[in-house]
């Protein structure tokens, strides 16, 4: 065979290992690689973006929604430094990523050539990455490649850097063969003695509690925590700040969320926490566990005893670990089963009736309330639209206030990530992996300005994501925050310029100027009509609503709640 060059390597490498999209902005160096992705169109779909933020954050929606790893090259020390933030919401919310940096070249390396790198541009994701390396040459690629993929997708899901020397792009090299990838088997139940202890303490709990976190819809274990849930009648709770919703908030054993159930938590005899963050921050005080016997199951060993030592850890994937746990408790007693999924549904409903209470707060206000928003949502949005959260004040009301039925069809960032930009840019990810359904990303008018660019690509991918803009003109969950703090910046909105009214920002306008559809809405008329178009439409659409200024002190009061 006729040697190829490094950029052709690296494409045909992608295609072998089932890569259908890949992530890159061009730049001077990168000319090969760009020529090799344009020859493989029609294998490998190409991904750009108008800057390397929005490149990262779009790879790592789509590597969520596809639960397996997303390639994204990028320019140079500044291509990487933009895409740091994919990096470090990569690392907290666990998604499998291979980040990969074209750097200098070899022949000049220390003299501070092009788009100069001091030592190693990958020295700068070190902290937030599980492995990485710099090609030494284009007869590596394939190797280093493939396990760059490897590592990625091996529980605990996380990102990974490759470096890619420019002028490793044009060395010519052997084509490797059509070999199948290594089949890589990870799903691992935790040992024989750990699945019996769980058994045992569940068995004879008198009052269980499982806790659920990201890991549990990370790795495909809804379903085994849904049985084992009903399997013993416990209430279920999930952690503060969702990213992956770990069970259905429709659930009758589904109370909601941890902070928000002290009582509840301090009144059981065993808690199952099975991959929580208790990411604490400062504001609310940890929750305490009284003398609930606690396990932490998690196939990440630097979780289980990271935020809380635990009376048991067990090390194991959840859905298998889940499964031999069932069989191992058997089956319970009829009423010893009953009379806990009662108390179980007292909490669900209490729930139900606390998120209407919250649903009628200024609901027909002159003014658009979340409350009003949400509900006007949940009647337009088809049947399966997956919700992206990112409205910062109104967070906490789309987990309580929209039905969770299919946790497959909700995204969030934890508060271990927390990062303002990330909705938008991830939702287009989401929308490309998953082009069967319809997207809908709910974002705080200042998030949306951190990353605004990236709907340029929705409209340039032709992509029906409905970007929802709350306006309630400016940063006021910071205000809301300094409440919670009983901080002077309480009353400082104004003075320290996190208000968006002089001069106003208009975001339709601006969409529109990128090629949406768009239109700024103020009544729950012109909203329903707005989104019953979007829904309607198989185009890029960007709603902005003017909403109401008080639903950042409902925040408030919601976490001052939460906190007991």
Same mark, same amino acid.
């Given at each position: 065979m006729a040697p190829i060059t490094g950029a052709e390597s690296l494409v045909r490498t992608l295609v072998r290992l089932g890569? #259908? &999209? *890949?992530?890159? %902005? !061009? /730049?001077?160096g990168l000319f090969p690689l760009a020529e090799a992705f344009y020859a493989h169109r029609d294998e490998v779909r190409y991904v750009s973006a108008l800057n390397e933020t929005n490149l990262g954050l779009m790879a790592a929606g789509y590597a969520r929604a596809n639960r397996s790893a997303a390639f994204v090259n990028v320019y140079h020390a500044s291509g990487t430094g933009l895409g740091m933030m994919a990096l470090t919401t990569a690392w907290a919310d666990g998604v499998p990523m291979v980040f990969t940096t074209t750097t200098s070249s070899r022949a000049l390396a220390g003299r501070d050539q092009y788009a100069a790198v001091p030592r190693a541009v990958t020295e700068m994701s070190g902290q937030y990455t599980k492995w990485s390396a710099e090609i030494?040459?284009? &007869?590596?690629?394939?190797?280093? !490649?493939?396990?760059?993929?490897?590592?990625?997708?091996t529980p605990p899901y996380g990102p990974v850097h490759l470096a890619f020397p420019m002028d490793v792009w044009l060395e010519r090299t052997e084509e490797v063969g059509h070999r199948r990838p290594t089949e890589v088997l990870t799903d691992f139940a935790a040992a024989p003695t750990a699945v019996e202890r769980v058994a045992e303490l569940l068995r004879t709990s008198e009052r269980p509690v499982i806790v659920t976190g990201a890991e549990v819809a990370r790795y495909g274990a809804v379903d085994a925590t849904v049985a084992l849930a009903e399997q013993l009648g416990a209430t279920v709770l999930h952690e503060d700040k969702v990213a992956d919703l770990g069970f259905p908030t429709t659930h009758p054993q589904f109370a909601g969320r941890l902070g928000a159930h002290r009582p509840v938590v301090g009144q059981s005899d065993v808690v199952l926490l099975l991959g929580v963050e208790l990411t604490e921050s400062g504001l609310t005080r940890p929750v305490e566990f009284g003398s609930a016997t606690t396990i932490v199951l998690s196939p990440d060993p630097l979780l289980l005893t990271r935020q809380l030592r635990p009376d048991l850890a067990v090390l194991g994937a959840p859905r298998p670990t889940l499964e031999a746990v069932a069989a191992a408790v058997g089956t319970l007693p009829d009423? !010893? $089963? &009953?009379? $806990?999924? *009662?108390?179980?549904?007292?909490? #669900?409903?209490?729930? &139900?009736?606390?998120?209407?209470? %919250?649903?009628a707060i200024r609901f027909d206000a002159e003014e658009l309330a979340i /409350?009003? %928003?949400?509900?006007?949502?949940?009647?337009?949005?088809?049947? /399966?639209?997956i919700v992206v959260n990112h409205c910062a004040s109104g967070e906490p009301f789309v987990e309580d206030l929209l039905p969770h039925p299919d946790t497959d069809a909700f995204f969030g960032i934890s508060s271990k990530a927390s990062a303002q930009g990330w909705g938008g840019p991830a939702s287009i990810g989401i929308q490309l992996a998953r082009p069967d359904r319809r997207v809908v990303a709910l974002l705080g008018d200042g998030g949306f300005m951190f990353s605004s660019s990236a709907i340029y690509a929705a409209a340039q991918q032709d992509l029906p994501v409905v970007f929802v803009i709350l306006n309630n003109g400016g940063w006021r969950d910071i205000g809301a925050l300094a409440a919670v703090a009983r901080s002077p910046l309480v009353d400082a909105e104004d003075v320290m310029g996190w208000t968006f009214g002089d001069p106003p920002i208009d975001h339709a306008a601006y969409a529109a100027s990128l090629g949406l559809d768009s239109r700024r809405v103020a009544t729950p008329g012109e909203l329903r009509a707005a989104l019953d178009k979007a829904f309607a439409d198989r185009r890029a659409t960007l709603i902005e609503v003017l909403?109401?200024?008080?639903?950042? #002190?409902?925040?408030?009061? !919601?976490f001052t709640q939460a906190d007991g």
């Open positions: 890569v #259908h &999209d *890949a992530f890159n %902005i !061009v /730049g001077l030494p040459s284009a &007869d590596r690629i394939p190797e280093l !490649v493939e396990r760059a993929f490897q590592i990625a997708n009423e !010893v $089963r &009953d009379a $806990r999924a *009662a108390a179980a549904r007292e909490l #669900h409903d209490a729930r &139900d009736a606390r998120n209407e209470r %919250i649903r /409350g009003r %928003i949400l509900t006007e949502l949940e009647a337009a949005m088809p049947a /399966g639209t909403n109401s200024p008080e639903d950042a #002190h409902e925040f408030s009061r !919601v």
